[in-house]
């Protein structure tokens, strides 16, 4: 069966997509808003190919005082380009299952739980929407950024067979930048780097 991902048309997303990199914000009203006004599912084959469309991915990344949940792609998945890949995000696209009063809401918690494991209960902090389409992978996708404290908790990766994770200091995520997603290098260049954010 063809997944279906939550979409909104490009011009329908608040403050437009004419930056590139994190724009900050401190409210979702507005995005939840547009979305329930806007949003649809759309087949991801189509979705991926259409860039009059940004796919909605909810974007965690989870710290501990100074360190940074850092995950690495092992050899057992199933796409060799991303063997040995690293990133500091968790999360993932938004599906007709997390429809509701606030879909936004329900994937992120959802992924959260497909993802990691952690017996506690996250408090997810808005950080702001990232953009990039200098590609075509970004051009057709809209992250919405937050950002989880686990305060000494634990956490660890659920397909441990896929993926390694741990909490590293922010200098092994900047010794890793080579090998980090596209995103996870735009989040940590502001969140861990505290370079100047889209406004």
Known sequence: MTER???????????????GGIRLADDLAALRGAVQLHGRYLDRPAAEGNPGFKQLIPYVLVRDGASVFLMERTDAGGDPR??????????GHLNPVDEGADPLLAGLRREW?????ADWEPEFRLVGLLND???PV????????FTVDAAGRPVEVREQDKL???????????AAVARLETWSQLVAAVLLNEAPAAR
């Open 164 to 174: 390694r994770g741990r909490f590293v200091p922010v200098a092994a995520v900047f």
């Open 82 to 91: 991303l063997h040995g890949k690293a990133s500091i995000g968790v999360g």
């Open 138 to 145: 970004g051009a057709v996708h809209l992250g919405v950024v």
């Open 113 to 117: 739980s497909e993802e990691l494991v």
């Open 5 to 19: 991902v939550l979409v909104l048309p490009r011009e329908s997303v608040p403050g437009g997509c004419d930056f």
């Open 133 to 135: 389409d200098s590609n």
